[in-house]
């Protein structure tokens, strides 16, 4: 084989890789991205870097310093809230632990093809379209990785019997201590190489056991373990169960039906029979003192075997590196089958052509359906954050939230993750949403009702209602409606926004920042109140410059009637109220006029100011 044909060769599973998973180089963040994306904004807030990277996650009871904490806290840090260098980084880590599974594969059977197909089988195995979508996903794509590199490097040292290598192995494997829990069974994958094919080398796996025992020690007795819940560790009869479970679902794609034309009992039924296909393979290879099969196979059991004792959390993507057993132990039936002539050739073939068809669509799929729903919630988030920016010191509540929306961020804090700290669900939002204790309770993320009462007729808090990815603010209606049965009919309106420039007659200024300058003399248009005894009020701020000359005077009229006249007698935020008589009670537009008692001009500002103003309320 020439070198160009070599290399094409190597570069086929990547190539089918991004094939396969392309809509994931694009996927943005969602789930639990937002959560571990809050570690800046914690680090903001005062928390220290060591809490931050090393205290353990108690819901899981983990603790990722690399995987998670330092993937989380650096990326962004250089980057921002972009997701790309996130999904660059895993597909390139992921296209390392094909070249390395290949080798691994080509090495053990003599064939670098042999070494690419597994490759292959593995990466088209739909079991994988999450972590190839999903940024959390990427402490398996990792794991995988060092796990790979380091028992890659172990066969080098039995090979050479250079102790460079050697080293190299325990340094990849150390750092998986770092990466993910998995990275525990290590010894028992180089203590199964050895025993089949180098026992003299066994004993040199001895100390990995030991780094494991202590590891596997720290975590059971020093982290915090959930005691109930998904996560919750049970050692029990369900063990086996579980891991015969995964190994069908090694087999059967999730939503196979939807992507391909297989009827549903065609899931169950490949999975009995590539089970006894594969089985019956290491069987009969194991009676000839050919122990590869059961090396391959011994891989799967091996990486599955942390997740079988929580029955409770059972999830596809837990087999992103058993599914590279499936796929170690395909690729060698189908390369002896090969050499065995057509009588076997066929069979392998049309097998391998089955799984293929049955996989490649639904990780094609799956990788897309991940995708788009990334890219809602990533819409959904830019359009709040631009509602955020135009009421920078508000409450914004949200209605019309659906499942979809608040699981995959809103119950990750995905707001807060942007920045935006005081984002919340409104009052009565929370009825459509349907309820998962064991993740947590959707109340957490509903505005208090009390605090709700004192800053809504202040209008301090903005309601925003959701439809699709768009935002569409319904702070006028929330406030005749729902708010009107909690706590009673309230008006107000900001003199910055856009939406109210309708109401602003003479005497106003241009827009700056979220206030406007008055002239001596400024109007605007109120709605009557509602109801007799309810009180106008405004908010606003008196400028150090024209204070400084002494106190100023305020006068507000309403249609032609004084309802109040205040005094500023230093610099700084006012709010004025003053009761509404009953006269005005139900008028649809009323003529609002405030005089100042003395202006000044600002220089090179040829303009007559007299004080600021924010907002006009009823209440």
Same mark, same amino acid.
């Given at each position: 084989?020439?070198?160009?044909?070599?290399?094409?060769?190597?570069?086929?599973?990547?190539?089918?890789?991004?094939?396969?998973?392309?809509?994931?180089? +694009?996927?943005?963040?969602?789930?639990?991205?937002?959560?571990?994306?809050?570690?800046?904004?914690?680090?903001?807030?005062?928390?220290?870097?060591?809490?931050?990277?090393?205290?353990?996650?108690?819901?899981?009871?983990?603790?990722?310093?690399?995987?998670?904490?330092?993937?989380?806290?650096?990326?962004?840090?250089?980057?921002?809230?972009?997701?790309?260098?996130?999904?660059?980084?895993?597909?390139?880590?992921?296209?390392?632990?094909?070249?390395?599974?290949?080798?691994?594969?080509?090495?053990?059977?003599?064939?670098?093809?042999?070494?690419?197909?597994?490759?292959?089988?593995?990466?088209?195995?739909?079991?994988?379209?999450? $972590?190839?979508?999903?940024?959390?996903?990427?402490?398996?794509?990792?794991?995988?990785?060092?796990?790979?590199?380091?028992?890659?490097?172990?066969?080098?040292?039995?090979?050479?019997?250079?102790?460079?290598?050697?080293?190299?192995?325990?340094?990849?494997?150390?750092?998986?201590?770092?990466?993910?829990?998995?990275?525990?069974?290590?010894?028992?994958?180089?203590?199964?190489?050895?025993?089949?094919?180098?026992?003299?080398?066994?004993?040199?796996?001895?100390?990995?056991?030991?780094?494991?025992?202590?590891?596997?020690?720290?975590?059971?007795?020093?982290?915090?373990?959930?005691?109930?819940?998904?996560?919750?560790?049970?050692?029990?009869?369900?063990?086996?169960?579980?891991?015969?479970?995964?190994?069908?679902?090694?087999?059967?794609?999730?939503?196979?039906?939807?992507?391909?034309?297989?009827?549903? +009992?065609?899931?169950?039924?490949?999975?009995?029979?590539?089970?006894?296909?594969?089985?019956?393979?290491?069987?009969?290879?194991?009676?000839?003192?050919?122990?590869?099969?059961?090396?391959?196979?011994?891989?799967?059991?091996?990486?599955?075997?942390?997740?079988?004792?929580?029955?409770?959390?059972?999830?596809?993507?837990?087999?992103?590196?058993?599914?590279?057993?499936?796929?170690?132990?395909?690729?060698?039936?189908?390369?002896?089958? +090969?050499?065995?002539?057509?009588?076997?050739?066929?069979?392998?073939?049309?097998?391998?052509?089955?799984?293929?068809?049955?996989?490649?669509?639904?990780?094609?799929?799956?990788?897309?359906?991940?995708?788009?729903?990334?890219?809602?919630?990533?819409?959904?988030?830019?359009?709040?954050?631009?509602?955020?920016?135009?009421?920078?010191?508000?409450?914004?509540?949200?209605?019309?939230?659906?499942?979809?929306?608040?699981?995959?961020?809103?119950?990750?804090?995905?707001?807060?993750?942007?920045?935006?700290?005081?984002?919340?669900?409104?009052?009565?939002?929370?009825?459509?949403?349907?309820?998962?204790?064991?993740?947590?309770?959707?109340?957490?993320?509903?505005?208090?009702?009390?605090?709700?009462?004192?800053?809504?007729?202040?209008?301090?808090?903005?309601?925003?209602? $959701?439809?699709?990815?768009?935002?569409?603010?319904?702070?006028?209606?929330?406030?005749?409606?729902?708010?009107?049965?909690?706590?009673?009919?309230?008006?107000?309106?900001?003199?910055?926004?856009?939406?109210?420039?309708?109401?602003?007659?003479?005497? +106003?200024?241009?827009?700056?920042?979220?206030?406007?300058?008055?002239?001596?003399?400024?109007?605007?248009?109120?709605?009557?109140?509602?109801?007799?005894?309810?009180?106008?009020?405004?908010?606003?701020?008196?400028?150090?410059?024209?204070?400084?000359?002494?106190?100023?005077?305020?006068?507000?009229?309403?249609?032609?009637?004084?309802?109040?006249?205040?005094?500023?007698?230093?610099?700084?935020?006012?709010?004025?109220?003053?009761?509404?008589?009953?006269?005005?009670?139900?008028?649809?537009?009323?003529?609002?006029?405030?005089?100042?008692?003395?202006?000044?001009?600002?220089?090179?500002?040829?303009?007559?100011?007299?004080?600021?103003?924010?907002?006009?309320?009823?209440?």
């Amino acid at each position: 084989m020439g070198r160009s044909s070599r290399l094409l060769w190597w570069l086929l599973p990547p190539l089918v890789c991004l094939l396969l998973y392309w809509p994931g180089l +694009w996927a943005w963040f969602q789930q639990d991205d937002f959560a571990w994306l809050n570690l800046a904004q914690d680090l903001r807030e005062g928390k220290s870097l060591w809490s931050a990277m090393f205290r353990p996650s108690h819901d899981q009871g983990s603790l990722r310093p690399l995987s998670e904490r330092a993937y989380y806290l650096a990326l962004p840090a250089v980057f921002g809230l972009n997701a790309f260098p996130f999904r660059l980084l895993a597909f390139l880590t992921q296209f390392g632990s094909l070249w390395l599974a290949a080798a691994l594969v080509g090495r053990i059977s003599g064939s670098p093809a042999a070494g690419v197909l597994a490759s292959l089988l593995w990466i088209v195995n739909s079991k994988l379209f999450v $972590v190839m979508t999903w940024p959390a996903g990427f402490n398996l794509i990792l794991c995988g990785f060092l796990l790979l590199l380091a028992l890659h490097l172990f066969l080098r040292h039995i090979d050479t019997g250079r102790n460079i290598y050697l080293a190299g192995c325990w340094a990849a494997f150390l750092t998986g201590f770092g990466v993910l829990e998995t990275n525990a069974v290590f010894p028992l994958l180089a203590a199964g190489y050895a025993l089949a094919f180098s026992r003299r080398s066994l004993w040199k796996t001895l100390p990995m056991f030991g780094a494991s025992a202590i590891f596997t020690a720290m975590h059971v007795f020093v982290i915090p373990k959930a005691t109930h819940g998904p996560y919750a560790v049970m050692l029990d009869f369900r063990i086996p169960l579980t891991l015969w479970k995964y190994w069908q679902w090694a087999f059967i794609p999730e939503g196979m039906t939807d992507y391909t034309k297989l009827p549903g +009992w065609a899931g169950p039924a490949m999975a009995w029979l590539f089970t006894c296909t594969l089985l019956g393979y290491a069987a009969w290879q194991a009676r000839r003192a050919r122990w590869a099969p059961l090396c391959y196979l011994g891989w799967f059991v091996v990486t599955v075997l942390p997740v079988l004792a929580a029955p409770q959390h059972m999830s596809d993507y837990y087999l992103t590196l058993p599914a590279l057993g499936v796929g170690m132990l395909g690729a060698d039936a189908v390369w002896y089958a +090969w050499r065995q002539g057509w009588r076997l050739r066929a069979p392998a073939l049309a097998l391998t052509a089955l799984f293929v068809y049955s996989q490649a669509p639904a990780a094609r799929g799956g990788s897309q359906w991940w995708h788009d729903r990334s890219q809602r919630g990533r819409e959904w988030l830019m359009q709040l954050k631009a509602a955020h920016s135009q009421h920078p010191n508000k409450v914004i509540l949200l209605t019309g939230v659906n499942d979809d929306l608040f699981w995959n961020a809103m119950a990750h804090h995905a707001p807060r993750a942007a920045g935006m700290l005081h984002v919340y669900l409104a009052p009565g939002a929370d009825a459509g949403i349907t309820p998962h204790p064991e993740l947590t309770g959707v109340h957490k993320f509903v505005y208090p009702l009390d605090r709700f009462a004192e800053r809504f007729p202040l209008g301090e808090v903005e309601v925003y209602r $959701v439809h699709g990815t768009g935002l569409e603010k319904v702070t006028d209606l929330y406030r005749r409606t729902t708010a009107a049965g909690l706590i009673g009919p309230v008006w107000w309106m900001d003199v910055a926004d856009p939406a109210e420039e309708w109401r602003l007659k003479s005497g +106003w200024h241009r827009i700056e920042g979220h206030y406007r300058w008055t002239a001596g003399r400024a109007e605007v248009e109120i709605p009557g109140p509602e109801r007799a005894g309810q009180q106008f009020w405004t908010r606003g701020y008196g400028p150090d410059q024209l204070l400084s000359a002494g106190p100023v005077r305020v006068t507000v009229s309403l249609d032609g009637s004084v309802i109040g006249v205040w005094e500023l007698n230093q610099a700084g935020d006012f709010e004025f109220r003053a009761p509404l008589d009953k006269r005005w009670v139900g008028k649809e537009r009323l003529r609002l006029l405030v005089e100042v008692s003395r202006t000044m001009k600002l220089p090179n500002d040829e303009r007559e100011l007299g004080i600021i103003f924010g907002r006009f309320g009823i209440r």
